[in-house]
């Protein structure tokens, strides 16, 4: 079993529609990440968390340390969305543990 | 604006040569970056950590000798793929660790194809 395990593996949606991808761990961890690779293969960081929640235009990032689970939201999906959504814990250190990553497909 | 900066983009070369990638951090000094190796529909793998001034380290399974990384500054990390082979081919793509420690900025990757 993955340290990091995330559902669903491949998402699409028609654009507008409100999506979430989950992310499970299964260790203690320091922070949580969220990336984004587009289809080049470029990764932008969107959010780094340790509690609670976060908001940046259309997406929001939550995390549950109790329960282990955090979940990444898009409002308003838009076929720019489109990409490979990975999560990634940092436990001790910096290095970090990433997902399998979630293709995420936005339909006009 | 890109704040990692890696070159070349992609790459073909032939095998048995060397292909040396160089990943740069932008407007910051990052004494910690970090080399991936992606296939593809898979996540990131990590290969080495690579520290300012010290010798990589390696994760397991990873040729030491094979992949030269060096971090001769403060603002430059380099991946030197040693005599290629097709098997090599792969997405490699770094990071650079903000100071401070929590963030990581990633680079655009490269794309390499040993013929």
């Known amino acids: 079993k993955n340290e990091v395990e995330q559902s669903p593996q491949n998402l699409t949606a028609q654009e507008g529609e409100f999506i979430t991808i989950n992310c499970s761990y299964s260790v203690g961890i320091s922070a949580l990440h969220w990336l984004q690779q587009h289809p080049g293969g470029g990764i932008v960081s969107l959010f780094m968390l340790s509690s609670g929640k976060k908001k940046h235009g259309r997406l929001i990032a939550t995390i549950n340390i109790q329960e282990k689970h955090s979940s990444l939201h898009i409002t308003a999906s838009h076929p720019r969305d489109s990409a490979v959504y990975i999560c990634?814990?940092?436990?001790?250190?910096?290095?970090?543990?990433f997902g399998e990553g979630t293709q995420l497909t936005v339909n006009p | 604006g890109a704040v990692v900066s890696q070159h070349p983009s992609w790459v073909i070369c032939k095998s048995g040569t060397s292909v040396k990638i160089e990943c740069r951090s932008l407007?910051?000094?990052?004494?910690?970056m970090f080399w991936y190796r992606q296939f593809p529909k898979q996540s990131l793998m990590l290969m080495a950590t690579s520290n300012e001034g010290s010798k990589a380290t390696y994760e397991q399974g990873v040729e030491k000798d094979k992949f030269l990384i060096n971090h001769a500054s403060l603002t430059l990390s380099t991946l030197t793929v040693t005599s290629a082979h097709p098997e090599d081919s792969s997405f490699y793509i770094c990071s650079a660790l903000w100071p401070g420690g929590d963030i990581q900025y990633f680079g655009a990757g490269t794309r390499l194809s040993v013929l």
């Open positions: 407007d910051f000094q990052a004494t910690t």
């Open positions: 990634a814990v940092r436990r001790s250190g910096s290095r970090l543990t």
